[in-house]
């Protein structure tokens, strides 16, 4: 036998992944560190025992993304939801991204936005942030105009590194992409941490998407739910390539609920944004650069050690965080979730151990 390969872009491609690790604090994905609010699971389990489980689930999602339209003050025709807010990245790539078609980020940014360009055989063109990690609006603009990409991704708050882009600068950037004919797409994975949000500058004849997850500030992870937000001719496009009743009815049932708990996940992110301040405020006496976090992570280096010694050295303290140490223009980074004021002691106490 020939043992068949896969295409080439696929084979030069290293999966993205953080180890799941048996441990005691896990602080290396974004999750929320708090379960949903009490009641929902109970209004999940009564309305999953209703479901007519030999019938495929409602296709078009309707309930679902009427509740999400309303969340955001438009129509469900305006709403595209997927099996997490990847799989909705995906889709937008299969529909306007391809071969011949390439998508633009400003790095360093969500390792996502290139991996999934590259699996849909999108070429990626890489623009540089500032040292601290800020837009450079210059290099948007020679990207933007010198490539003229299909789809420009922008991440606020950024993964890994915490930057909000401001609305003069998601402005720019949008003019920049209706000149060349492109998209803009917004991922607000971390959107309510920020007090601006890219969906009020979505209209009939914007080039622009905004995608959102239940994984992070909704206590939602485990159920793998997402939606962008876009002008109705984008998402009937979208609806056109992604597969058939995708989204199964316990997903579609859990992210309905969900939504009547606004108020409890508001108060989520106030706790963790307070929570964010004191480890900030921790580290701070510590031997490690840290950078100003606008979202439920920070990323910081070491002074004195390698990043990735320390993030063993915490491993076998059994606390995991995300070692980014190798990645490109992070070296020596390491990224920790804000998790609850327990979890945090006990990161920091093992970081002083390792440290010193
Ligand atoms: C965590 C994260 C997501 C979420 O992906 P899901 O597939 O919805 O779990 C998307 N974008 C960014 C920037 C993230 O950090």
Request: glycine share 8%; proline share 6%; with cysteine.
């Amino acid at each position: 036998m020939i043992r068949p390969q896969p295409r080439d872009s696929v084979a030069l491609m290293e999966g993205y992944h953080s180890p799941q690790i048996d441990v005691d604090v896990r602080l290396n994905t974004n999750e929320s560190p708090e379960l949903p609010p009490s009641g929902f699971v109970e209004e999940v389990s009564a309305a999953i025992s209703k479901i007519e489980w030999h019938r495929y689930p409602q296709r078009s999602a309707t309930e679902l993304r009427t509740e999400i339209g309303k969340l955001h003050g438009v129509g469900h025709e305006q709403v595209f939801a997927a099996n997490g807010s990847n799989e909705v990245l995906q889709t937008l790539l299969l529909t306007y991204g391809g071969p011949g078609r390439s998508a633009a980020i400003f790095e360093p940014t969500y390792a996502l936005h290139s991996h999934l360009s590259r699996i849909t055989g999108t070429d990626v063109i890489e623009g540089e942030r500032t040292a601290d990690f800020f837009l450079d609006m210059d290099e948007v603009e020679r990207v933007i105009t010198g490539s003229r990409p299909a789809i420009t991704f922008l991440c606020s708050p950024n993964n890994p590194t915490g930057v909000v882009d401001t609305e003069d600068q998601i402005r720019r950037v949008l003019e920049l992409v209706s000149d060349v004919g492109g998209i803009l797409c917004v991922d607000e994975a971390y959107g309510q941490f920020a007090d601006f949000s890219a969906i009020d500058l979505i209209g009939p004849d914007v080039p622009l998407v905004v995608s959102r997850t239940y994984s992070k500030t909704w206590a939602m992870a485990a159920a793998r739910l997402g939606y962008l937000v876009a002008p109705g001719w984008i998402i009937a496009e979208l609806e056109k390539v992604v597969l058939p009743y995708h989204l199964d009815a316990m997903t579609q049932v859990a992210g309905t609920l969900a939504l009547r708990h606004l108020s409890a996940m508001n108060e989520r992110v106030d706790r963790l944004v307070e929570e964010r301040g004191r480890l900030m405020a921790e580290l701070a006496n510590l031997s490690v650069d840290v950078w100003p976090s606008a979202s439920n992570f920070v990323l910081f280096r070491p002074r004195e050690h390698e990043g990735v010694d320390v993030w063993q050295g915490l491993v076998d303290r059994s606390i995991l965080i995300r070692n980014c140490a190798s990645w490109p223009r992070l070296e020596g980074c390491l990224r920790v979730t804000i998790g609850t004021p327990d979890e945090d002691d006990r990161f920091l106490a093992a970081l002083m151990e390792v440290l010193a």
